[in-house]
Nanobody, 119 residues
Framework: QVQLVESGGGLVQPGGSLRLSCAGS????????MGWYRQAPGKQRELVAT???????NYDDSVKGRFTISRDNAKYTVSLQMNSLKPEDTAVYFC?????????????WGQGTPVTVSS
């Protein structure tokens, strides 16, 4: 079955950087659009960035210019480089894979990796 496993979260000071990675398995990775979402305590899960199967990317306004999403289809990985981190970036970050086949959406999630931005 499809599995997504995130890594790279942790504690970082404001202004610092982290790189999150997500490894996929049980899927033809190149067929899926990939995304990173986050959920802060007491808040709903929100979109951070997505990258299509051909590499086109989109970002939430709150992270534009600070975060970069990338993918390596050969290694079945998607990454999120996070720079200039702010306390408000503190959240659990989730990897997502999705594709549409014949009008049906196939949607998969990782277990999440926590990011804490604090001095």
């Amino acid at each position: 079955q499809v599995q997504l496993v995130e890594s790279g979260g942790g504690l970082v000071q404001p202004g610092g950087s982290l790189r999150l990675s997500c490894a996929g398995s049980g899927m033809i990775f190149s067929l899926y659009a990939m995304g990173w979402y986050r959920q802060a305590p007491g808040k709903q899960r929100e979109l951070v960035a997505t990258i299509g199967s051909t590499g086109s990317s989109n970002y939430d306004d709150s992270v534009k210019g600070r975060f970069t999403i990338s993918r390596d289809n050969a290694k079945y990985t998607v990454s999120l480089q996070m720079n200039s981190l702010k306390p408000e970036d503190t959240a659990v970050y989730f990897c997502n894979a999705f594709r549409f086949v014949g009008g049906s959406k196939f949607d998969y999630w990782g277990q999440g990796t926590p990011v804490t931005v604090s001095s």
